[in-house]
Structures are given as structure tokens and as C-alpha cells.
């Protein structure tokens, strides 16, 4: 980590940012009968009904623009609950807001996210998809790429789906890769898959979780990632901690998938 990767985050903005992750009591700034503030907040980029693009009303981070996807018209839904035909829709919409951002001039980096739950640094807990312009930063795939391989849980002509061997962070990765040209949408079933078993993963401790996107030019993939606290090796020593039980794992994704193994 070095000045290149870092990017600056504007705490004073944050100080009214509504917070429903630890206060339940905040009204939902994405349910149904916000939508009107947020229109007239001219936040709204792209309106589909359930589903609809906004500015961040809080962007925290400087020489950034912050949209977020909100996914669903219902607090409590999430990618575990939604129907496969209604999170493929979901997900050709998210592209497509992707997309309109590539088409903007003057972003270096769009990158595309998730954050469920209280450790994996979301605010507010209706469903939301965020999709960041980086007008100054970059990242750079090759120091992502070796966490892609591991046990395989599944692979045939569209989709390949592994644990990682070595994760980025501490625990367990679940990567969900596909070809860039394939237009299937096989991968949603898997996102899908991945997420709802995190009910039965290590006895379902872990609610919290990240998506995240990434491409290259011949593939696209979604990392599903438990969250729980970095551990002071890693935040303070910089050792990560590679579980041993990766191969294990794979398999009991496999039969939850009803995979035989
Ligand atoms: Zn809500």
C-alpha cells in the first residue's frame, strides 16, 4: 500500500449520513416512500420502477463520483431472496448503468461493488449495489489475480466457480468467473448460490459480505466475500492468514449447490 493507492476520504461530509446497518431506527433513505426525496434531490439517473440508479447523497470520497443501484423496492431482500429471473434483470441493469459510467469521459477506474452487513462497510442496509468513478486512481488486476484460483467447485463452457487459495484478505473468497462474450447469465445463478450459502457456512457466523467485479479482457468475474474483522496480523503486520480448509470447503459448496462430489 503506498500514496498511489490511497484515496482521500472527506470525513465532514459524513457527519449527517444516515446509518440503518447499527441504528434501526433511522428511516430507509431507498424504500418506496423516499423515492420522491430523492427526485427531488435530483439524485435519480435512472428510474426502472423496483430498481433505480442514484448519486450518492453522502459521497465521502474525494475526486470520486459515487452512484449506488438500488436493487429492490423492499428493505430485508437481498441477492439470497430475490428470483433468478428477477436477479438477472437486476444484474443487466447494473451493467448497463456500468456501462453509461465507462461511456463518461474523465474516470481513470469504474469499479463496481456490494456491501451487505455490519462488517462489510455498508450504512444502509436495503439492498444496494454501488458503482464508483475514480477520477484519480487506479488499480491494478495483476495484484487481484493469483486470488482467483483454487479448489475448483464447478466449471463447464460458460462458468467456472473456485475458493481461493490465497485470499486477499484473510478468510474465504468465492470467485465466480465467466467469459466476457458469453451472454448466458449463467453467473447470476452462482452469485446466487454463493451468497445463500453463506446461511450454512461455518454454522451461517458470517452475515456480512462484499461483492465485488472485476474484468480483464477475455473474462469477468464476482467475488463473493464473507466479512468478519481483519485479524492484527494483517492490519498490523501486514500477515495475512491463509486458511487450510479451502479444498473442504469447495466441496461443501458443491453439495449445497447439489452438485454431486
Ligand atoms: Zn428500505
Redesign the pocket.
Known sequence: MNEKNSIKLNTARGRNKPNTVVNKNVT?P??TDTKPLIIQDKLMLEDRGKMFWIENKFPLLEEAYQTLIVETDK?GESFATYSLEYAKELFSFIFECRDKMLETKGFKEVILFKNHGHYSDSSIS?SHSQLVGLKENTYDYKEIEDSMTGPLVYKDNNVRVTVSKVPRAEFFEFNVIWKRQNQTQDYVKWVQTLIQYLSVFKKGRFTSYNLVFHETDEECMIKVIPRKPNSVYYIGFGIRQTPRDTEQIANEIKKFSGLSV
Open positions: 430507509c431507498f424504500c428493505c436495503h
